[in-house]
Structure formats: C-alpha cells, structure tokens
Nanobody, 119 residues
Framework: QVRLEESGGGLVQAGGSLRLSCAASSSLFSMNAMAWYRQALGKQRELLADISSGGTTHYEDSVKGRFTISRDNAKSTVYLQMNSLKSEDTAVYYC?????????????WGQGTQVTVSS
C-alpha cells in the first residue's frame, strides 16, 4: 500500500502561483510514474501532468508552459509548480502514484487539496 499526502493548496489571485507537494510513503523509485490530476466541480477528473521513474514528463495542453511537475527522490516527494493561474484552474488537485506489481498495475491516490483562483 502506498500513502500519498498532498499539501500546498489554497486561495490565490488570478496570475499568481502555487506549489503543490505530494509526499509518498514509499520510495519514488518503486513507482512506474507519478502524476497530478484535478477535478473541478461537476466535471470529470483530468490528468494534468505526469513524470516517469526516469524523469520523462508529459503535460495536458491547457497547463503546458504554466505548470511544471518535478520530483525529489530523496524526499519521496513530487511537486506541481503552478504559475499564471486562471480562474478555470480552480479545482481539487490529486496526486497519483502508479506501480506495477506482479504484472498488475495499481493506482494510489491522495486525499486531494483545494486550489481556488479568484479573478
């Protein structure tokens, strides 16, 4: 079992920045990938960015150039730096860990952290 704990959410004005953190209970080297998702009210959860065990990153188009995912293996922590925030970025943000064990892919989720962007 992998436990994930997000932090860093809050209220920010449009154009501002926030950095989210996701602390994992297991080494990041044991994960195939880490990712950040968000879910706005009344909408489906969407993938924003992911980072592989080798450090390769991918971004959803709406956040490309504004958000940056990174990892600190020594701290078993993944970050999401969010710049130039817009009101449409308001959502609950979730950390995800994906780990394949015995050929089975397992997904683990944090409890989420609220980000509210005021216009």
């Amino acid at each position: 079992q992998v436990r994930l704990e997000e932090s860093g959410g809050g209220l920010v004005q449009a154009g501002g920045s926030l950095r989210l953190s996701c602390a994992a209970s297991s080494s990041l080297f044991s994960m195939n990938a880490m990712a950040w998702y968000r879910q706005a009210l009344g909408k489906q959860r969407e993938l924003l960015a992911d980072i592989s065990s080798g450090g390769t990153t991918h971004y959803e188009d709406s956040v490309k150039g504004r958000f940056t995912i990174s990892r600190d293996n020594a701290k078993s922590t993944v970050y999401l730096q969010m710049n130039s925030l817009k009101s449409e970025d308001t959502a609950v943000y979730y950390c995800n860990a994906r780990r394949k064990v015995g050929g089975i892919l397992n997904d683990y989720w944090g409890q989420g952290t609220q980000v509210t962007v005021s216009s």
